[in-house]
């Protein structure tokens, strides 16, 4: 089985470039599916995640042809049919993201209903209430969801959670439906500021993006759009606290730091040293780090998608920290981990308590979702000893080349079959 092999300790130092965002790729992606016309996209990360949402809409019909290395063109003329293959929904939960545009687009649609993963249960039901809201009529039956509607009415419509994922579904089926939708309480996140500006390219109405209150003024139709997809602050702060956990000098291309001001403050509060110079943002560090608190929240808070790195940070800092998940139930899976490689962490309802130790110790581990499988590697470059992670499919989905960015800072780590 294929797994990263780490030998610690690395100090990581030099340059790398931040690729193109996930979670701004994946409902840019869904978008394009609003239009016949051929849409063009740029900065697209190569990532497992990517491969599969155009596997989606390709099934669906688009026409979906790479150009160049990171460029794609869409063009979603006819389409057919208005289910996505079970196949692709099972395996990445983005893909209900295509129930607002084909809704939107076709009147119609079947999508199977999303397991949750290891992070939590993930519902969809704030995704269904928009739908409900817009005019379309709801059917959950045989772990599908079937949603119908001649042409959708605007309304307003109120999300209990800022929900990521349901504020993009409502705002991609609003761009096409009859008169003025207002998401009160919608998420904020720079992914979803990305989408409503490449909506808006396509032709849409929608102002408010990256507020609590977003307004969309639907449109008969809209047109093919070229759009450059902003560069990925989870993958960036990755990098950060990989930077600063390994006593590196580290600097970061293609990052847009007003996104990462959480992570940056977090950082700085640990004893890094970040400044923002030539475009990019500079990383440094001397070990041992300080003990940090930190609460996940919406954005503009501490982003979900960054606490398992920075927990890994934290297992060797000066001091007890608490680290607080507000967003997902059951996003600690890497503390069982990183314990297997000496960390001290004990988990109190939604606090993980991280006592610093001096050392961790390389160990053979399991990257049981993404961002824990990034964990994992920051923690492998932090210990004495081989760590070997397997499950790294995981890793793959959200991370481009993880290893050869790695390499090129200076880490022994490399992909190996074990
Ligand atoms: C592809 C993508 O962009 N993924 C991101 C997106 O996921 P995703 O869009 O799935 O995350 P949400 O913001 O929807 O979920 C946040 C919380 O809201 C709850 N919830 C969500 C929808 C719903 O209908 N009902 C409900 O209760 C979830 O269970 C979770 O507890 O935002 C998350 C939170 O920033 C990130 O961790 C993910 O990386
Ligand atoms: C949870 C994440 O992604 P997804 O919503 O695609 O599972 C993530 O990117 O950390």
Same mark, same amino acid.
């Given at each position: 089985?294929? *797994?990263?092999v780490i030998k610690g300790h690395s100090r990581l130092e030099g340059r790398v470039a931040i690729s193109g965002a996930k979670n701004a790729v994946l409902p840019i992606i869904a978008a394009c599916l609003l239009t016949g016309d051929e849409c063009y996209l740029e900065d697209i990360p190569r990532l497992a995640d990517v491969d599969t949402m155009c596997g989606v809409i390709g099934e669906m019909g688009a026409e979906v042809y790479p150009d160049g290395v990171r460029c794609l063109r869409v063009a979603a003329g006819s389409l057919q049919g208005v289910e996505p293959p079970y196949e692709f929904v099972r395996r990445m939960r983005a893909s209900f993201l295509v129930m607002g545009p084909l809704l939107a687009r076709l009147g119609r649609v079947r999508v199977s209903l999303p397991g949750g993963c290891a992070i939590g249960a993930r519902p969809i039901d704030l995704h269904l209430k928009g739908m *409900?809201?817009?005019g379309a009529s709801i059917h959950v039956n045989n772990g599908n969801v079937e949603a119908e509607a001649r042409r959708l009415k605007g309304a307003p419509v109120y999300l #209990?959670?800022?929900?990521?994922?349901? &504020?993009?579904n409502i705002m991609m089926a609003a761009a096409l439906a009859e008169g003025t939708t207002t998401i009160e309480n919608a998420a904020g996140e720079p992914e979803i500021v990305d989408l409503a500006n490449f909506i808006n390219a396509m032709g849409g109405r929608v102002s408010g993006a990256g507020t609590r209150v977003i307004k969309i003024e639907g449109v008969r139709e809209l047109h093919g759009a070229r759009h450059a997809v902003i560069p990925d602050r989870v993958e960036a702060g990755t990098f950060m606290i990989a930077a600063a956990a390994t006593g590196g000098d580290v600097f970061l291309e293609n990052v847009i730091s007003t996104h990462l001001k959480a992570v940056m403050a977090k950082l700085a509060e640990a004893g890094a040293e970040l400044s923002e110079e030539d475009g990019g943002i500079r990383v440094r560090a001397e070990l041992p780090l300080k003990a940090v608190d930190i +609460? &996940?929240?919406p954005y503009p808070g501490f982003p979900t998608d960054m606490q398992a790195q920075f927990m890994a940070l934290l297992t060797t800092a000066r001091g007890s920290s608490v680290v607080t998940e507000t967003v997902f139930e059951n996003r600690f899976m890497h503390v069982n981990e990183l314990k297997r490689m000496g960390a001290s962490i004990v988990i109190e309802g939604h606090c993980a308590v991280v006592k610093g130790k001096k050392r961790l110790t390389g160990a053979p581990v399991k990257a049981t979702d993404l961002r824990a499988g990034a964990a994992l590697v920051i923690a492998g470059l932090m210990a004495e000893g081989e760590t070997v992670i397997s499950c790294v499919h995981h890793i793959d989905? %959200?991370?481009? #080349? $993880?290893? %050869? +960015? $790695?390499q090129a800072l200076g880490a022994k780590i490399s992909r190996e079959e074990r």
């Open positions: 089985m294929e *797994a990263i *409900a809201a817009l #209990d959670f800022p929900s990521v994922g349901a &504020t993009e +609460k &996940t929240m989905r %959200g991370y481009e #080349d $993880l290893v %050869g +960015k $790695l």
